[in-house]
């Protein structure tokens, strides 16, 4: 959590994902641009929150528990 509350943290990073999705531009450049947030994050940090390996590492769990 680096320090932060996630009222803080969500005031970071919410004008850039508004940004991002009104200008159907990408969103980790926005983050990595901004001084606050690399602040709180390091550039690898930020590279491993974009890593889909994480977010799909348990999905046979997942599917095996539902039934599929």
């Known amino acids: 959590n680096h320090g ?3 009222n803080s943290s969500h005031g970071l990073v ?3 994902t ?12 926005q983050l990595l641009s901004d001084a606050q947030v690399m602040s709180v994050l390091t ?3 930020i590279e491993d929150l974009f890593d889909p390996t ?3 590492s348990r999905v046979d769990e ?6 599929l």
């Open 54 to 56: 994480y977010y799909a």
């Open 62 to 67: 997942v599917f095996d528990r539902i039934g």
């Open 43 to 45: 550039e690898s940090e």
């Open 18 to 29: 508004a940004y991002s999705w009104d200008n159907q531009v990408d969103f980790k450049p």
């Open 4 to 6: 932060h509350c996630p």
């Open 14 to 16: 919410q004008p850039k």
